[in-house]
């Protein structure tokens, strides 16, 4: 059974940061992509970052780019979400899922229950 557990979410002001940690079990981690995709109050699903299965190939969102970074441990079983220069526009529930290629890059397979960031003074 697949498994996505993700932590390191919080309360945090404008400006903080977090890192978020997603440990994989039930598949086998290192011949997947892996993405972080969030949901705020209200609003849909956005993709934030997604990298591919040895780290080489990363993108993000133009909402997240320079402030954010994934990357991945293979040996732990684990994805990360560095999030630095936190704006209040960043709250939001925070998922790590499979990225399953699709014809125009990836979409979202199995997701994790998520982690809650908020950002607010």
């Known amino acids: 059974e697949v498994q996505l557990v993700e932590s390191g979410g919080g309360l945090v002001q404008p400006g903080g940061s977090l890192r978020l940690s997603c440990l994989a079990s039930?598949?086998?981690?290192?011949?997947?992509?892996m993405a972080w995709v969030r949901q705020a109050p209200g609003k849909r699903f956005e993709w934030v970052s997604n990298i591919n299965k040895d780290g080489g190939s990363i993108y993000y969102a133009d909402s997240v780019k320079g402030r954010f970074t994934i990357s991945r441990d293979n040996a732990k079983n684990t994805l990360y979400l560095q999030l630095n220069s936190l704006e209040p526009e960043d709250t939001a529930m925070y998922y790590c899922a499979i990225a399953i290629p699709t014809s125009d890059g990836y979409g979202s397979g199995s997701r994790g229950q998520g982690t809650q960031v908020t950002v607010s003074s």
């Open positions: 039930g598949f086998t981690f290192s011949n997947y992509a």
